[in-house]
């Protein structure tokens, strides 16, 4: 395996999005009426989001993404962004008979909180060929989001999920593995993320996620940081390589590869200043992603990725409240930190 220091990017594959993004009064009951009010399309998925991010955070190094695109309107409006944010798109591919995935994301005004419907389009035949590592000398590989990429979370020939064969391939080519899931409420969390875990370096997940992997219940009237911990330990047992990332409204901590948890407060941001929460968990990966490939303690990194997280929230899109990686930090401690 060649030395991952030696390298220098951040290659990301997986879910390719567009995010229409409506800004709601209020969310219905069934059959009744809510009203629109601002509209916006955006860029959406685990790579996206993470690359774009990256970009805005104000990284030198290069950024790459590997995807399936479909050949229409939302498939260019997606390679057309990739340019102006210098993320290279040589390995994100178009397919002619296939929509490119979008959401449409129903976020209520007032409160921030959103709700998905999902086209799962050219995303959902993303396989383990569609990704050449030897055309890369990224340092990180990042892979998301399992539980909805069809074809890679289906098992392979060896009866594992398929995403196992990509992971192996990244770790042969020299890079470093992280990969996110998708909060959904269906599916087999247990069947597809453990046999990965031996094959990631760093895992992403939030508490939903982290409860449904592990079959612990982390919230009830608050969150259990104790069953967080437990939570975490059970994933680095799994077979994760450097740590274990779990992130929640109220921070996030982190679990290393002899077990030693870090804790870091979400930022204060004020309720009148969210205007979205779409994105905050890619936001927080790319500020740990970030400060990790610029050989920073791990307590920076988790510094980092909440105050880009917190910076997500000024905007409806994913992207758009992103700032560069000074003013994230000043922002943050402008605001201060939850207790």
């Known amino acids: 395996?060649?030395?991952?220091?030696?390298?220098?990017?951040?290659?990301?594959?997986?879910?390719?999005?567009?995010?229409?993004?409506?800004?709601?009064?209020?969310?219905?009951?069934?059959?009744?009426?809510a009203s629109i009010g601002e509209e916006f399309r955006a860029n959406g998925g685990a790579?996206?989001?993470?690359?774009?991010?990256?970009a805005r955070l104000g990284a030198t190094y290069p950024l790459e993404g590997i995807g399936l695109v479909g050949d229409d309107d939302f498939g260019r409006w997606?390679?057309?962004?990739?340019?102006?944010?210098?993320?290279?798109?040589?390995?994100?591919?178009?397919?002619?008979d296939a929509p490119t995935s979008f959401t449409d994301v129903m976020t209520v005004t007032a409160t921030g909180r959103r709700t998905?419907?999902?086209q799962r389009g050219a995303n959902a035949r993303l396989a383990p060929s569609d990704f050449d590592f030897s055309r890369t000398r990224a340092r990180f590989f990042h892979l998301g989001y399992l539980m909805l990429l069809d074809t890679l979370d289906r098992p392979g020939p060896d009866g594992r999920p398929a995403a196992c064969a990509v992971l192996e391939a990244a770790s042969r080519a020299g890079l470093l593995t992280s990969v996110d899931l998708v909060s959904a409420e269906i599916g087999a969390f247990t069947?597809?993320?453990?046999?990965?875990?031996?094959?990631?370096?760093?895992?992403?997940?939030?508490?939903?996620?982290?409860?449904?992997?592990?079959?612990?219940?982390?919230?009830?009237?608050?969150?259990?940081?104790?069953?967080?911990?437990a939570a975490a330990e059970i994933l680095r047992r799994g077979g994760v390589r450097r740590a274990v990332f779990i992130h929640f409204p109220e921070g996030a901590c982190c679990c290393d590869d002899e077990g030693t948890l870090l804790w870091q407060p979400s930022v204060d941001v004020a309720p009148a200043d969210i205007r979205g929460a779409a994105g905050a968990g890619d936001a927080f990966a790319a500020g740990v992603l970030h400060a990790l490939h610029e050989g920073r303690p791990m307590g920076d990194a988790l510094l980092l990725g909440v105050a880009v997280a917190a910076s997500s929230l000024s905007d409806p899109t994913c992207s758009g409240g992103i700032l560069d990686e000074r003013q994230c930090i000043e922002r943050a401690h402008r605001a201060g930190?939850?207790?």
């Open 191 to 229: 069947q597809v993320v453990g046999p990965v875990l031996p094959l990631v370096d760093y895992l992403f997940l939030n508490d939903f996620e982290a409860a449904r992997v592990t079959g612990l219940t982390l919230r009830g009237k608050s969150l259990d940081a104790e069953k967080v911990r």
């Open 78 to 96: 997606i390679r057309d962004d990739c340019r102006v944010h210098r993320i290279d798109t040589a390995q994100l591919r178009v397919e002619p």
């Open 47 to 54: 790579p996206y989001n993470l690359l774009k991010d990256l």
């Open 1 to 33: 395996m060649a030395e991952s220091g030696t390298r220098s990017g951040v290659i990301a594959g997986g879910n390719w999005i567009v995010d229409q993004v409506k800004m709601i009064d209020a969310w219905p009951e069934q059959d009744a009426l």
């Open 337 to 339: 930190f939850k207790r």
């Open 116 to 118: 998905f419907f999902h």
